[in-house]
């Protein structure tokens, strides 16, 4: 029988969403072995004055497996 866990953290990229998954699942990665898979729970973007995306910011599910 398997047992997985789900961890959440937060992530971000100036470049795209998916710069910003990406770094936040190396990172994450770094210190959590047996990674199986992330969804992205919320998008939030950070703007300049004119409206113009400065940052991209992700909230993720990241499931791994225990024992």
């Given amino acids: 029988m398997s ?3 789900i961890i959440e953290i937060n992530a971000s990229s100036p470049t795209s969403v998916e710069d910003a998954v990406r770094s ?6 770094e210190t959590v072995k047996g990674i199986q898979g992330a969804w992205i729970n ?11 995306i400065t940052e991209w910011r992700v909230n993720l599910r990241v499931t791994f497996l225990v024992g």
Avoid at 24 to 29: D, F, I, R, Y
Avoid at 45 to 52: C, K
Wanted: net charge positive.
């Fill in 3 to 5: 047992v997985a866990k």
């Fill in 42 to 52: 919320e998008t939030k973007v950070i703007t300049d004055g004119q409206g113009n």
């Fill in 24 to 29: 936040g699942l190396k990172k994450v990665s």
